[in-house]
């Protein structure tokens, strides 16, 4: 079982930046592959980024390759979320989550999720 808590979201205007951050409990954090997902109103749950268990293998949705960048510290039992370049299209309840798999195409399969955080780009 783990835990699973994001904070950093918040409103932004276009082509600001925010750092997400995932803060996990739990069962060792290093043997979870990490992703970030997001959800727009009226929309469903999309991918966005996703690393392994040691940051050797990172995984981006094309519309977000270039502006975001996705990190693990796993001394800090963290897993963070750099966004630049936002747009108001990037508006969404961005949720961590965690999975024992992850596989060479940067895909897992999330047994955990967080509560979600809230990002608002403002054009």
């Known amino acids: 079982q783990v835990q699973l808590v994001e904070s950093g979201g918040g409103l932004v205007q276009t082509g600001g930046s925010l750092r997400l951050s995932c803060a996990a409990s739990g069962r060792a954090f290093s043997t979870y592959a990490m992703g970030w997902f997001r959800q727009a109103p009226g929309k469903e749950r999309e991918f966005v980024a996703s690393?392994?268990?040691?940051?050797?293998?990172?995984a981006y949705a094309d519309l977000v390759k270039g502006r975001f960048t996705i990190s693990r510290d796993n001394a800090k039992n963290t897993v963070y979320l750099q966004m630049n370049t936002l747009k108001p299209e990037d508006t969404a309840v961005y949720y961590c989550?965690?999975?024992?798999?992850?596989?060479?195409?940067?895909?897992?399969?999330?047994?955990?999720w967080g509560q979600g955080t809230q990002v608002t780009v403002s054009s």
């Open positions: 690393i392994d268990w040691n940051g050797g293998r990172i």
């Open positions: 989550a965690a999975s024992t798999t992850y596989d060479r195409s940067g895909s897992l399969s999330p047994e955990y």
